[in-house]
């Protein structure tokens, strides 16, 4: 049985919770690991071999077997002493960090990467290049383009032909990794970039080589440099990334910098203090709060992505903003010749329109009317007897229903029969659901159904967001009445330029009675997150109950009209319980799917007439998607009996005039239309 809850409306608004942590959609890239001790050597081997006295190296040499001659350059660090031992210990770490990289594109078996049929030309971008055979650098020379980590990982040997180049265009020797398992060799006067790490395999550079980059071969590996090379060990500078918090309090929000939790790949950081990271992708996060919007800035991509390059120092913010609760304030009249209009209605002293989506601040809010005395007020919805307290992101509805009260009439029976009150059902789909690429314009699509037994006239559809709201089809007889048979279809078009979440109230009218819908529907801005949709009817049966009252079967049906499939769907009626869960789940996997309808009912004892509220809610992608139906069926009060005395004059008894204007009955007059 699915959960059922009966307390306050979930707000769709946590949207902004799960936008803040949500990690990126696309293939995490390779990342840079760091070299520690062996960061400053040009060369490191068990043995190495110098053929040349013109050879020059510039960075650390480390070795077990040393060479006849030593190259020329600066080296800190030369021979087999410290920090040669932890060097070699790093550079293990380091391979065993890229080996865990996973392969962004596998090129074949025995690849040329100048001409590499996905490479054509040889311009690679940063990722993982992965062969199952041996890997070489051809006449045609790689260009590597853009910021971010290279590795080029060979099951197999490397090699590179005579005058072959690497050319970094964007890119950084820092991030470029070689991890061949078998011997490397660099044609004379290669012009080389990056770091070779192998296992125990020999490395010979051929003369002339220009290589910007390391030599590291473990184990008993040889390097064999030959005549006037030249290789430089690149300084490679970690990059920085500082997560900046900023909180913004409008509408009552309390919450302080420290209530949101940051974070960098998961791992915890303080707002405002520089971090010392690695380079290529990194995620920014935060432990957010549904009652506040969450905007990424800085040097972050909006979804909290940044990739860095060695030497990056870079700053990212993210700014909370306590997200205003709304309030919707609707109207139903039951009977006499008073319509919505005729009903002011007013939020602590504040004139709201019926239907309208109105914000406010967070705390206790008391929602009044300028009443007529020949009609009886009742509250349903979030409101208790008219008040409501709101909360950061709460949205809420609070419905006045003014029922008409009238006197016998002179000198007989008051009016014993009422009419049927009508039913309308609404279903909202925005297409896009999502704008990933950032602003963009919006059609909405409305589709309104009579599902009572009367025609409806009088049709309002009162949007926050968009406007006009065109009736497109939907009339075939032309009459301007909804009828039972009909459905009317309407549109509206705007740009979003943010996530957003529209909200449509739509009223109609049949025997003076008027009947309400409220739905809504969200799109992401600036993320590849598809929101979720519900929709849910209510019908009860009867509409109309005899005097005195009886019992009521109210039937809710719930859809999922989008593209997602929902969890946690949940009902709760403010008039009626408990809900109970009849069928739909025809897989049971506890999933609201979107060819599924769930069925729930519920019974209740009404002596008088009665609007009630019911709102469905389900989740998807971490956003919640609800949806409100608001029914008011028509308890008729009997006429009293004729009493056979004469109309009031002025001499008739005081006791007989109190007789007469006390005896009231519910009836309803005639069908009334908006203007």
């Not at 049985?1 to 696309?26: E, G």
């Not at 009162?462 to 032309?478: A, W, Y």
């Not at 809900?579 to 008088?608: F, P």
Request: charge should be neutral; aromatic fraction near 6%; hydrophobic fraction near 35%.
């Amino acid at each position: 049985m699915k959960n059922l809850i009966k307390n306050s409306i979930v707000t769709i608004l946590a949207l902004f919770f799960v936008l803040s942590f949500a990690s990126p959609a696309t293939t995490l890239a390779a990342t840079t690991p760091s070299l520690g001790a062996a960061a400053t050597y040009g060369v490191l081997g068990g043995t190495y071999t110098n053929t040349s006295a013109a050879t020059t190296v510039n960075g650390d040499v480390g070795f077990t077997t040393g060479p006849a001659q030593a190259p020329l350059g600066v080296h800190t660090n030369y021979g087999s002493g410290a920090p040669t031992p932890q060097a070699r210990t790093d550079t293990s770490t380091a391979l065993t960090n890229l080996a865990a990289n996973s392969c962004t594109e596998t090129l074949g078996a025995i690849v040329d990467l100048s001409t590499v049929g996905t490479h054509p030309t040889g311009i690679y971008t940063p990722g993982v290049y992965c062969s199952t055979g041996a890997m070489s650098i051809g006449a045609g020379g790689i260009t590597l383009n853009g910021a971010g980590t290279y590795i080029f990982r060979a099951v197999g040997a490397l090699t590179s032909v005579d005058n072959s180049v690497v050319t970094l265009s964007g890119a950084s020797a820092c991030d470029v990794f070689w991890t061949p398992t078998a011997a490397t060799t660099l044609g004379a006067t290669t012009t080389f970039r990056g770091t070779i790490i192998d296992n125990a395999n020999a490395i010979t550079v051929g003369a002339t080589t220009g290589w910007v980059g390391r030599a590291l071969s473990l184990g008993a590996g040889t390097v064999t440099t030959g005549a006037t090379n030249t290789i430089t060990a690149p300084t490679c500078v970690a990059p920085t990334l500082t997560v900046t918090k900023v909180v913004v309090n409008t509408r009552g929000g309390t919450k302080v910098v420290s209530n949101f939790p940051l974070f960098i790949d998961g791992g915890s950081v303080t707002s405002g203090v520089v971090n010392t990271t690695t380079a290529g992708l990194h995620t920014v996060s935060e432990t957010a709060d549904p009652g506040y919007t969450s905007v990424i800035s800085g040097a972050c991509a909006s979804n909290g992505t940044i990739t860095l390059a060695l030497g990056d120092v870079k700053t990212c913010t993210i700014t909370n903003t306590d997200i205003a609760p709304t309030l919707i304030v609707t109207k139903i009249v039951v009977g006499g010749t008073k319509v919505t209009s005729d009903f002011p209605l007013f939020v602590s002293g504040t004139p709201v329109v019926s239907g309208v989506t109105n914000t406010f601040s967070v705390g206790a809010y008391t929602v009044t009317e300028t009443n007529n005395s020949n009609y009886i007020q009742s509250f349903s919805g979030s409101c208790v007897g008219g008040n409501i307290s709101l909360a950061l992101a709460d949205l809420k509805t609070c419905t006045i229903t003014n029922t008409y009260v009238a006197p016998p009439a002179s000198g007989g029976a008051g009016l014993s029969t009422s009419p049927v009150p009508p039913l309308i059902d609404l279903i909202k789909i925005p297409s896009p659901l999502a704008l990933p690429n950032g602003p963009g314009p919006v059609t909405y699509t409305y589709t309104l159904r009579n599902i009572g037994t009367v025609p409806v006239s009088n049709i309002t559809m009162v949007g926050d967001t968009c406007s006009p709201i065109t009736l497109v089809s939907g009339d075939t007889n032309n009459n301007a009445k909804l009828d039972v048979n009909e459905t009317w279809i309407y549109t509206c078009q705007t740009n979003l330029t943010k996530t957003n979440t529209n909200i449509v109230t739509a009223t109609g009218w049949a025997n003076g009675i008027s009947a309400v819908h409220i739905a809504s529907a969200t799109v992401v801005v600036g993320a590849s997150i598809i929101p979720p949709l519900i929709h849910v009817t209510k019908v009860p049966s009867p509409l109309l109950l005899s005097a005195g009252g009886g019992t009521i079967t109210y039937t809710n049906k719930i859809t999922n009209p989008g593209t997602v499939a929902l969890s946690n769907v949940r009902l709760t009626d403010d008039k009626c319980g408990p809900v109970k869960y009849i069928s739909g789940d025809t897989n049971g996997d506890s999933m609201l799917d979107t060819n599924e309808t769930w069925t729930y009912t519920c019974q209740t004892n009404l002596n008088k007439t009665t609007t009630n509220t019911v709102t469905a809610t389900g989740e998807a992608n971490g956003l919640t998607a609800r949806d409100f139906a608001i029914v008011t069926v028509v308890v008729a009060v009997p006429g009293l009996p004729k009493t056979g005395f004469p109309p009031k004059t002025n001499n008739t008894p005081m006791m007989l005039v109190g007789i007469l204007t006390t005896s009231f009955i519910f009836y309803i007059i005639h069908k009334k239309q908006i203007v």
